[in-house]
């Protein structure tokens, strides 16, 4: 779950590809809550060791990320990176204003530094991306 109080998303839409959330609001009328989008929609060249890492990510109206779920992904030698809990832990709550650089405030995973480091520049950059694009800059914390 994407927006732990999201009622609703819309169809995929809009250029770059992305997703609305909305909850209800006030006497049912829907507010909008934030975007959703797969960073393989917004930066299709980004690839991990062995192709594209596809990962769904939520971020609020003030470019914050409310929560990353990784959808697809191939590792020759196993599932040790980017789909252990404690990658995806690490982007809750996180602005886009951050650095989001491995080795800083996002710990790398040993054998996987090339998926970790792909993975998290996707997510920055298809972020900044929809910020640039949809969020008013006064309200991007």
């Given at each position: 779950q994407l927006f732990d109080e999201a009622s609703f998303f819309s169809a995929k839409e809009g250029n770059p590809p992305h997703f609305k959330a909305y909850a209800d609001g006030k006497g049912g009328e829907p507010f909008?809550?934030?975007f959703a989008f797969y960073t393989t929609d917004l930066e299709p060249l980004e690839r991990?060791?062995?192709g594209p890492i596809q990962v769904l990510v939520g971020m609020d109206m003030?470019?914050?990320i409310t929560r990353i779920i990784v959808v697809d992904h191939n590792e020759p030698y196993g599932?040790?990176?980017v789909d252990l809990p404690e990658?995806?832990?690490q982007f809750l709550e996180k602005s886009i204003r951050e650095r989001f650089r491995v080795g800083d405030d996002?710990?790398?995973v040993s054998t996987a530094t090339l998926t970790v480091t792909s993975a998290t520049?996707?997510?920055r950059n298809g972020a900044r991306r929809m910020a640039r694009q949809f969020l008013d800059p006064e309200d991007v914390k």
């Open positions: 909008l809550l934030g991990g060791y062995d003030s470019g914050v599932n040790f990176s990658y995806a832990v996002i710990d790398a520049r996707a997510i």
